[in-house]
């Protein structure tokens, strides 16, 4: 069965540091490839998206997000992470045709560290 | 999101009650789609509509019902037969037919049991 997998239930950073988030996709072919983040109480707000060609994709907030295909992978980078990125982050992808549906991984709860 | 208001905000419901959640879009979207997000277990799609007077079942239907009377609403009934109604519920709209449009989500409505 096709799946996304966040392996990081909860990562801790300080405030200027790197970060990367992991994400595995198991799925046949390249799926169109998401990431969201949620602030507590609020919806999902879109970070960036892939769907093919570049494989580094540029997001908003200084995001960026690298494709592996021989990894099925799809982490997502920041070089210097602040305080307001706390948040929890999800990643997603569309199975192609039959209603546009979103299957999300269970999420990583990211905590900053000032 | 601005263009999809989910109301109310806070919801509580007795035993044995039904309770109605709203959405609403003014992102002229043709399909909506309601999730449920429980702590460590992401999102998960309860029914999604692509097109007025037209709805599907998602992974998590029972308990729950919908109607699409009009493109901009997609109210969300969770009824008594729903045990564990207690989560998240948030609502998202997409363009239908499109699998690389990525989906808006509105701000959710928080539901409990009293």
């Known amino acids: 069965a096709q799946s996304v997998t966040q392996p990081d239930i909860h990562i801790t950073v300080s405030e200027g540091a790197s970060l990367e988030l992991r994400c595995n996709y198991s799925?046949?072919?390249?799926?169109?490839l998401f990431w969201y983040v949620q602030s507590p109480g609020q919806g999902l707000q879109l970070l960036l998206k892939?769907?093919?060609?570049?494989?580094l994709v540029q997001g908003i907030k200084g995001f960026e997000a690298e494709f592996k295909r021989s990894q099925s992978s799809f982490n997502l980078r920041k070089p210097s992470v602040h305080w307001s990125d706390a948040a929890e982050y999800f990643c997603?992808?569309?199975?192609?045709?039959?209603?546009?549906?979103?299957?999300f991984g269970t999420g990583t709860q990211l905590k900053v560290e000032l | 999101d601005g263009g999809i208001t989910q109301s109310p905000k806070y919801l509580f419901r007795k035993e044995g009650q039904n309770v109605t959640l709203s959405c609403e879009q003014n992102?002229?979207?043709?399909?909506m789609y309601w999730y449920r997000q429980d702590p460590g277990q992401g999102l998960r799609l309860i029914y999604y509509s692509q097109i007025v007077n037209d709805f599907q079942k998602g992974d998590i239907a029972e308990g729950y019902s919908v109607s699409r009377e009009k493109k901009e609403s997609f109210p969300l009934t969770v009824t008594s037969a729903q045990k564990n109604p207690t989560a998240f519920y948030l609502c998202?709209?997409?363009?239908?037919?499109?699998?690389?449009?990525?989906?808006?989500f509105g701000d959710g409505t928080r539901l409990s049991i009293l």
């Open positions: 799925y046949g072919a390249t799926p169109y």
């Open positions: 992102l002229n979207h043709d399909a």
């Open positions: 997603a992808y569309i199975l192609t045709g039959g209603g546009n549906k979103l299957t």
């Open positions: 892939y769907f093919s060609g570049d494989t």
């Open positions: 998202a709209t997409g363009q239908r037919g499109l699998s690389n449009q990525p989906q808006h």
